[in-house]
């Protein structure tokens, strides 16, 4: 049982580079959520998807789109990196909403 | 705007006593709040929970205090451990916050043997 596994752990984009971070749960969990870290910041929401074949804004969605492949995966796509988002990003998922969440070990991204 | 404050952003505390954690919120509607753990280079894992129609909620060595008039939670350790050391997240979330938590910008615990 792996739990929450992110893909990769790190990585270091130039400014205007895409990528796309994954994210798979076996948990057979409904929701899924991506968060950034940032010093002094706490965690911040960026998407979440309630349900598979649902995805909704958090709280700083702008720069990122999301993908609820199926109910395992839910990827995070950054199409034109800017240095603003260097942060440490985590996927969580948990049985619904308003039960605990289960994260993954992070990647740390790196723009410059 | 934070809505979930942790004001201390680090705490000492000798193996074997107490340590408490506070967390503040100023949404009124937050009625879910969880504590979770972290250690370096890992993600967040969930500690303990209480939910707004109780003042108290104990799982083992580790007890949540919820003080709804102040808005004020607090995380008490007894007997702290040196494998306590992390950084400790209180997060919260309400009916109207569109099936999202909040997180406040955590506390870093050290416990000394």
């Known amino acids: 049982n792996a739990g929450v596994t992110q893909t990769p752990k790190f990585q270091v984009l130039k400014t205007g580079q895409s990528m796309t971070l994954q994210c798979a749960q076996d948990m057979n969990h409904n929701s899924m959520y991506w968060y950034r870290q940032d010093p002094g910041m706490g965690l911040r929401l960026i998407y979440y998807?309630?349900?598979?074949?649902?995805?909704d804004k958090g709280e700083v969605p702008n720069g990122y789109n999301v993908s609820r492949l199926n109910k395992r995966e839910f990827s995070l796509r950054l199409e034109s990196a800017a240095p603003s988002q260097t942060s440490v990003y985590f996927c969580a998922s948990s049985e619904a909403w308003d039960y605990e969440q289960y994260f993954g070990p992070g990647t740390r991204l790196t723009v410059t | 705007d934070q809505q979930v404050k942790q004001n201390s952003p680090s705490l000492s505390v000798q193996e074997g006593r107490i340590s408490i954690l506070n967390c503040d919120y100023t949404n009124s509607m937050f009625d879910y709040f969880l504590w979770y753990k972290k250690y370096p280079a890992e993600g967040p894992t969930f500690l303990i929970s209480?939910?707004?129609?109780?003042d108290k909620n104990e799982d083992g060595r580790f007890t949540v205090f919820l003080n709804k008039s102040a808005k004020h939670l607090s995380l008490h350790i007894v007997p702290s451990q040196p494998g306590d050391s992390a950084v400790y997240f209180c997060a919260a979330s309400a009916p109207n916050t569109g099936n999202q938590f909040y997180f406040g910008t955590g506390t870093s615990l050290t416990v000394i043997p």
């Open positions: 998807s309630a349900s598979e074949g649902t995805t």
């Open positions: 209480i939910s707004s129609i109780k």
